[in-house]
């Protein structure tokens, strides 16, 4: 079952869901509207490796935007920081985001239960468009569990996504084991 806004504002006020900053004007019917950072991310080496630490190098999106590219992938990331401590949040791209062409993720839309962080947008486009900093970019919508919860992300040992913060970060599929 999806969260309503009432049962968000419910979670929040039992410290269940936090969002910093949280504005009221972005709480949706059933979702909270996130928006793009400042900063963005693209890959050094144009041929990556799954066993390798591919490098990023970081920039932030000037006032008059920056124009993405259909031939570049980029990492991104929200302004807000979120912890979600007893659902499952799904980040799903808003629809007027869609309809410029813009993906805000490959496959990681899901997190887990104890996401405690800024989410890692990644971000490929259809045409070039000129995005913004600040600008609205997806929302989240808030899944209940059924049945408890053994091992929450923020306390996973094996979790490599759980050190704070607000810039996006590359790919750490080269701590795994394979």
């Given at each position: 079952?999806?969260?309503?806004?009432?049962?968000?504002?419910?979670?929040?006020?039992?410290?269940?869901?936090?969002v910093e900053p949280f504005l009221k004007e972005c709480l949706g019917t059933n979702s909270y509207d996130v928006h793009l950072g400042k900063t963005l991310g693209v890959y050094v080496d144009s041929v990556l490796d799954a066993k390798k630490h591919n490098k990023i190098e970081l920039f932030e999106i000037?006032?008059?935007?920056?124009?993405?590219?259909?031939?570049?992938?980029?990492?991104?990331?929200?302004?807000?920081?979120?912890?979600?401590?007893?659902?499952?949040?799904?980040?799903?791209?808003?629809?007027?985001?869609?309809?410029?062409?813009?993906?805000?993720?490959?496959?990681?839309?899901?997190?887990?239960?104890?996401?405690?962080?800024?989410?890692?947008?990644?971000?490929?486009?259809?045409?070039?468009?000129?995005?913004?900093?600040?600008?609205?970019?997806?929302?989240?919508?808030?899944?209940?569990?059924?049945?408890?919860?053994?091992?929450?992300?923020?306390?996973?040992?094996?979790?490599?996504?759980?050190?704070?913060?607000?810039?996006?970060?590359?790919?750490?599929?080269?701590?795994?084991?394979?």
């Amino acid at each position: 079952m999806i969260l309503t806004d009432q049962q968000i504002l419910e979670s929040m006020g039992q410290g269940h869901i936090k969002v910093e900053p949280f504005l009221k004007e972005c709480l949706g019917t059933n979702s909270y509207d996130v928006h793009l950072g400042k900063t963005l991310g693209v890959y050094v080496d144009s041929v990556l490796d799954a066993k390798k630490h591919n490098k990023i190098e970081l920039f932030e999106i000037p006032e008059e935007g920056y124009v993405l590219t259909p031939e570049n992938f980029y990492l991104g990331v929200t302004q807000e920081y979120t912890e979600t401590l007893k659902h499952v949040p799904f980040l799903e791209g808003k629809s007027s985001v869609g309809r410029l062409g813009i993906d805000i993720h490959a496959t990681a839309g899901k997190g887990d239960v104890g996401f405690c962080n800024f989410w890692t947008l990644e971000i490929s486009v259809k045409k070039p468009v000129r995005v913004y900093a600040g600008m609205p970019i997806g929302q989240l919508i808030y899944f209940e569990v059924k049945g408890g919860v053994n091992t929450p992300y923020n306390t996973k040992a094996s979790a490599k996504y759980n050190d704070k913060t607000a810039i996006p970060v590359e790919s750490m599929m080269w701590k795994n084991r394979f």
